[in-house]
């Protein structure tokens, strides 16, 4: 098992950046393929961005191609999501997502261990 805890979020402007850490303890960190999802109220969470151990794969939703980075640090136990160009429907909660000894994967099922979240709020 990884606990995973992330931090980051707040409130920013429209057009603005924002750059989400999920810190790993626990298990090899490095074992571990990293998602972002996020989740609004009343509908399910949906992937953002994955990343594989040795970060040579890396997926991205539609949605936040060309304005969200996924990046991490094995030696920090750390994964990042870099979010610019910002936008109001980036307004939800955010949960970064740990996949043991296996690929990198877009499906919410796939992952096991989850943070609890971190709130952005994008104004306009």
């Known amino acids: 098992q990884v606990q995973l805890v992330e931090s980051g979020g707040g409130l920013v402007q429209a057009g603005g950046s924002l750059k989400l850490s999920c810190a790993a303890s626990?298990?090899?960190?490095?074992?571990?393929?990293m998602g972002w999802f996020r989740q609004a109220p009343g509908k399910e969470r949906e992937f953002v961005a994955g990343?594989?151990?040795?970060?040579?794969?890396?997926y991205y939703a539609d949605s936040v191609k060309g304005r969200f980075t996924i990046s991490r640090d094995n030696a920090k136990n750390t994964v990042y999501l870099q979010m610019n160009s910002l936008k109001p429907e980036d307004t939800v909660v955010y949960y970064c997502?740990?996949?043991?000894?296996?690929?990198?994967?877009?499906?919410?099922?796939?992952?096991?261990?989850w943070g609890q979240g971190t709130q952005v709020t994008v104004s306009s």
């Open positions: 997502a740990g996949r043991w000894n296996m690929g990198v994967s877009k499906l919410r099922n796939d992952y096991e261990n």
């Open positions: 626990g298990r090899t960190f490095s074992r571990y393929a």
């Open positions: 990343i594989s151990w040795g970060a040579v794969v890396t």
